[in-house]
Every structure is written in structure tokens, then in C-alpha cells.
């Protein structure tokens, strides 16, 4: 496909907008950073969110160049794999690309909202024990359960599963210890190859370059949820 005139609107903390944007810079494509605050719901943003008013947005020109916009994270990476894909997005293979759809519910129903409760409740009250033991039951069964070849080993290539699921990654890595006095387990096969995982995706040049100002931006991100953590992040947001 000739090269297509890319806009993502992201923000910096938002683990969605990171999705896409690793992986747009994992498959290579041009684009232009267009950094909003999703929270400013302005004319102008609910228009180019088409009335989601939440990053990531894709923003592609139309041949007739008028724009067309593809929000939400899953949405836009599988624009972004339709463009250009390589192996490294969604398979050809109906039976594999419906597998791959449902890894990445899975991760939206059951791994992403557990993180959130996790990260927001006190340590030890009834919902967040309920919490952590749903949201390791749910990623061990991603990590036992997700096809070798979406899985990030030396054999296979990152693809859409990985970065689905690595800002979220990154963030329990660095967060739950801070404030909540709690890691994700590491002993066991799983739990060391998922740690292995961690490492290696969260150092891979596309990861890095969607942390803009790489230096300081784990520090941003502790003070960033902060308020998250003492219960006081924006309401409501998929955080
Ligand atoms: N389901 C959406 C969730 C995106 C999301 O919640 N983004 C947050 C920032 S991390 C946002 O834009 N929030 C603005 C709001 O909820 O008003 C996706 O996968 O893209």
C-alpha cells in the first residue's frame, strides 16, 4: 500500500496511546506525534475523536484529503497491521486471527481492569485481594495460553498481543512495588518467562520510543499515578 499521511494523538502517561504508539514505530510506518489532554473534551477534539474523546487516535488523510479517524488502541493497531503487517500484526489465518482477537479481550476484560483495581485499592481489603488473585490468574492464563508464535520469544517476533499488553507491563513493574508493596509472582517457568518477557519488550527500541524523554519518564509516571493511588485519578478513565 503506498505510504499513508499518519496522525497519532496520544498522551504521554496513557498506557492505550503507548500501545499504538510502539507498535506503529515496530512496523516502521511514518507518522506525526499529535499530543492532546484527552480530558479537554474541545469541539475540535470530540471531532477528531469522533465523540470517543480518548487517545490513542489514529488520524489517516483520504485520498480525497479529507481526514478519517480510527479511535481506541485494539482499533488502531489493527488499522496499523492492515497497513503494513510483515507477520508481526494480525494473521491472515481466520482460525489464528480470531485467536489473536481473543487474547486481546481477554486482556481488556480481565487483565487491564484488574491491574486498575490493583493499583486503586488500599492493600489487603477484600476487593483488592479479590484483585490481585484474578488479575494473576488471568495473565498466567495469557502466559500459558497465547500462540508461541504472538508470544515474544527468541523464536517469534512482538506482535499486536505483546504490545497490548506491554505499557500495562511496565506500569505493575514499576507502580505496585511503590505503592502498593506488592510484585507480580517470579518464581515458577511462567511467571520467569513472563519476567523475561517484561524485560525484553520494555527495552525494545519501539517501546522506548513511545516514553517520550526516556530519562525521566518512569519518575513522571510514578508521580503521575500518584493521585491514582491515593484513589484520587480521573474517574472513570481506563488508567
Ligand atoms: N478503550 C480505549 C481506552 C482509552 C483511554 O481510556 N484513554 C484515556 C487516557 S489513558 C483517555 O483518553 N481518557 C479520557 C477520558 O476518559 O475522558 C482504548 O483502548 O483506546
Known amino acids: 500500500m503506498a505510504s499513508l499521511d499518519l496522525n497519532l494523538y496520544t498522551a504521554w502517561y496513557c498506557p492505550y496511546a503507548q500501545r499504538t504508539w510502539a507498535y506503529i514505530e515496530y512496523l516502521g510506518l511514518p507518522y506525526n506525534t499529535v499530543t492532546v ?12 475523536s469522533r465523540n470517543q474523546g480518548t487517545v490513542p487516535v489514529i488520524q489517516v488523510s483520504k485520498p480525497d484529503k479529507k481526514q478519517m479517524s480510527v479511535p481506541g488502541s485494539i ?3 489493527e488499522f496499523l497491521s492492515d497497513i ?3 507477520g508481526k500484526g494480525f494473521s491472515q489465518d ?3 486471527r480470531a485467536d489473536q482477537k481473543f487474547w486481546l479481550a481477554h486482556i481488556d476484560r480481565k487483565i487491564t481492569p484488574n491491574y486498575y483495581r490493583v493499583l486503586t485499592n488500599p492493600k489487603g481489603c477484600e476487593e483488592w485481594e479479590e484483585a490481585k488473585e484474578q488479575l494473576e490468574l488471568n495473565l498466567l492464563e495469557l502466559i500459558d495460553g497465547a500462540p508461541l508464535g504472538e508470544w515474544f520469544s527468541d523464536e517469534a517476533r512482538a506482535g499486536i498481543i505483546n504490545f497490548a499488553l506491554a505499557p500495562f507491563a511496565l506500569r505493575m513493574a514499576l507502580l505496585y512495588p511503590r505503592f502498593r508493596d506488592y510484585s507480580l509472582p517470579d518464581t515458577g517457568t511462567s511467571w520467569q518467562a513472563y519476567a523475561d518477557w517484561v524485560k525484553r519488550i520494555t527495552t525494545l527500541p519501539a517501546f522506548i520510543a513511545s516514553a517520550p524523554d526516556q ?3 518512569e519518575e513522571r509516571l ?4 500518584a493521585s491514582y493511588a491515593e484513589g484520587k485519578g ?4 481506563g488508567t
Open 75 to 77: 482499533e488502531s493497531m
Open 222 to 225: 510514578i508521580q503521575y499515578y
Open 215 to 217: 530519562e525521566t519518564y
Open 37 to 48: 489532554d484527552p480530558y479537554n473534551k474541545s469541539p475540535e477534539w470530540l471531532d477528531i
Open 84 to 86: 503494513k503487517s510483515e
Open 94 to 96: 481466520v482460525i489464528k
Open 234 to 237: 480521573h474517574q472513570g478513565a
